[in-house]
């Protein structure tokens, strides 16, 4: 199985603040990632696919980047709204695996 | 956007087997080409792919699981359906179906949480 290590596994961030989350694979899974985010007792929604190619919906401040083994999800003006706990996900190979979570909360 | 919704009995005894349904609505089953995914997520083990099945009956199943799974799609009640057998404690989780398109979860449901004991 394909590994996911997200880091950091928690980070404390500002309204207004740059936050960016990183995602390892343990091969390379060329662009087959997917980032989602999780609030409390709802499903994950999907932020990011292909890397780097943003959902409809979904707002700009969110950004994906990488190919190969690692990977970046950066919101670029964190918003009430954001704090969150964000996954990533890879679809290269089965099984398909996703990270341990990042969790975003308010400092 | 289709919408999901999971049912479910919610308790289930150690060694039986395990069934929900994920229903469909807002579009056909036959639409699209989705994948039809099922996902569950325990404390234990974070986020854990199930295994997903095309409305043609090809399926693709984890490995960890596969001994102990079935799915299945009813594209006459446009639903599709989980079986886990023999299942155990560390089976407990909350389950969630989803729709897999390109291997990315565009849509899922809201969840169902699924608890074994005695």
């Known amino acids: 199985d394909i590994q996911m290590t997200q880091s950091p596994s928690s980070v404390s961030a500002s309204v207004g603040d740059r936050v960016t989350i990183t995602c390892r694979a343990s091969q390379g899974i060329s662009s087959w990632l997917a980032w989602y985010q999780q609030k409390p007792g709802k499903a994950p929604k999907l932020l990011i696919y292909?890397?780097?190619s943003l959902q409809s919906g979904v707002p700009s401040r969110f950004s994906g980047s990488g190919s190969g083994t690692e990977f970046t999800l950066t919101i670029s003006s964190l918003q009430p709204e954001d704090f969150a706990t964000y996954y990533c996900?890879?679809?290269?190979?089965?099984?398909?695996?996703f990270g341990q979570g990042t969790e975003v909360d308010i400092k | 956007q289709v919408q999901l919704q999971e049912s479910g009995p919610g308790l289930v005894k150690p060694s039986q087997t395990l069934s929900l349904t994920c229903t469909v609505s807002g579009g056909s089953i036959n639409t699209g080409n989705y994948y039809w995914s099922w996902i569950r997520q325990s404390a234990g083990k974070g986020l854990e792919w199930i295994g997903r099945i095309f409305t043609n009956g090809n399926s693709d199943y984890n490995p960890s699981l596969k001994s102990r799974v079935t799915m299945s799609v009813d594209t006459s009640k446009n639903q599709f359906s989980l079986k886990l057998s023999s299942v155990s404690a560390a089976d407990t989780a909350v389950y969630y179906c989803?729709?897999?398109?390109?291997?990315?979860?565009?849509?899922w449901g809201q969840g169902t949480l699924l608890t074994v004991s005695s």
């Open positions: 989803a729709t897999d398109l390109g291997g990315s979860y565009r849509g």
């Open positions: 292909g890397a780097s």
């Open positions: 996900q890879q679809a290269n190979s089965f099984p398909y695996t």
